[in-house]
């Protein structure tokens, strides 16, 4: 049987070799159900909620259900899905522990906008809770599986990133040259405007900033988007730089940011940072933070390293700078 990978660079330790073949595996077999639209069914039908209190989609919990039973013989011992209440034993003499988010983006199924799978790979210690509750220096792959005009799969394997394009006709993910690299210079911020009003002065700030264009302090023009997708947002900026931030802000819930650190943002900050950018929690760096629960949720902010610490230096102000900021440029005050 050939392998799901077709590989030209370095090939892939023993260890993680299996793992991404699984993955791969069922993520070709997504790829399909998802390109068939409502002819495969009800894919976002509303069929419950998770941990969280999220919605799940009927997608997700088909998707959720294909990992866990093609990673069974693949070497992973422990199993942590945003679909699942707490971490679950997959082999029991495995030695790696796998952190997936299934099918982000989810919501965006009857929209037909690009949707994906985030995973992050590490070695698995005893305590099941205790391996995925470490910080994201621990993890030696990660990447992205985005299903969209084409299916690919965008990982790091601790040596830069690389990407691969899934070949239908051959029924492989075929590794293609020039693997992303996030660019030094662009001109996109994404967020969602629509929360303005809840966050805080600093993000506030930085976006007045944006806003302004050329004629601001920044003094060039900004384009802003926004898909709700984070493995859409991820791959544009991977391939045409830019920054994505998703705040803390003031609404119930919110306060800890939304997106979860284990299954979703260190596995895209590890990413990230191998492509040549900057993943941060809006102060500190997402690799170097500790999760204190298996869903513990972050604010986000990654993209072009510059544009990071930009949002950092506008955190580290002292607040009645901060403010003197707002008042003096803040684009949307009476």
Known sequence: MKPMLEIQGPALSPEVF???????????????TIANGPLGGKLGAEVGENSDGDTQKALDVIADEAFTQALRGTGVRWYASEECDSVVEIDGTGSMALAIDPLDGSSNINANVSIGTIFGIQPAIDDPDGTFLRPGRHLVASGYFIYGPHTALIATFGDGVRQFIYDRERGQFREAP??????????????????????????????????????GPRGKNFNMRWVASLVAETHRIMSRG?????????????????????????????????????????????????????????????????????????????????????GKRGLFRS
């Not at 969602?192 to 976006?207: C, F, T």
């Not at 920054?243 to 939304?258: E, K």
């Not at 941060?280 to 993209?303: E, K, S, W, Y």
């Open 242 to 326: 830019g920054i994505f931030l998703y705040p803390a802000d003031q609404r119930n819930g919110y306060g800890r940011g939304r997106l979860r650190l284990v299954y979703e943002c260190a596995p895209i900050a590890f990413l990230v940072e191998q492509a040549g950018g900057k993943a941060t929690d809006c102060v500190n760096r997402i690799l170097d933070r500790t999760p204190d629960a298996l869903h513990a949720r972050t604010p986000f902010v990654f993209g072009t390293a510059d544009k990071v610490e930009r949002v950092i230096s506008y955190h580290e102000l002292p607040e009645n700078e901060v403010a003197a900021l707002f």
């Open 18 to 32: 299996p793992i991404m073949e699984a993955l791969c595996q069922v993520a070709a077999g997504l790829s399909t």
């Open 178 to 215: 020039g693997a992303p690299s996030i660019p030094d210079e662009a001109s996109e911020f994404a967020i969602n405007a629509s929360n303005y009003r809840h966050w805080s002065k600093p993000v506030r700030a930085y976006i007045d900033d944006c806003i302004a264009g050329a004629e």
